[in-house]
């Protein structure tokens, strides 16, 4: 099983990029798809999941999309008027066929089974 995340480079401030994470070696249709990030110095943080919900980080919440197309077995990360402060690496993630994804548990690590590589997102002011 492999999560193949892609679509990072560098933007200036208030620019868009749309991130991909490509699932392979099994479906993930029922597996909850989610988004973290890790600036330099800091700790992984939770940007957003799709799964029995859509739910967001506030500090992202109205910025970014997330969206899933099952035939591809791929999600997307819609990222719009980025910030420098969204500088990080972005890596998706993927939780157990199954798994109860809800507003509360969304934002644990440990919920997640599967980890993609991770893609550099750089955004200049």
């Known amino acids: 099983v492999q999560l193949q995340a892609s679509g990072g480079g560098l933007v200036q401030a208030g620019g868009s990029l749309r991130l991909s994470c490509a699932a392979s070696?099994?479906?993930?249709?029922?597996?909850?798809m989610g988004w973290f990030r890790q600036a330099p110095g800091k700790e992984r943080e939770f940007v957003g999941v799709?799964?029995?919900?859509?739910y967001y980080a506030d500090s992202v919440k109205g910025r970014f999309t997330i969206s899933r197309d099952n035939a591809k077995n791929t999600i997307y990360l819609q990222m719009n008027s980025l910030k420098p402060e969204d500088t990080a690496v972005y890596y998706c993630?993927?939780?157990?066929?199954?798994?109860?994804?809800?507003?509360?548990?969304?934002?644990?690590?440990?919920?997640?089974?599967?980890w993609g590589q991770g893609t550099q997102v750089t955004v200049s002011s």
């Open positions: 799709i799964g029995g919900i859509i």
């Open positions: 993630a993927a939780t157990q066929a199954g798994t109860w994804v809800t507003d509360t548990n969304c934002r644990r690590q440990n919920l997640y089974r599967y």
């Open positions: 070696g099994r479906t993930f249709t029922t597996h909850g």
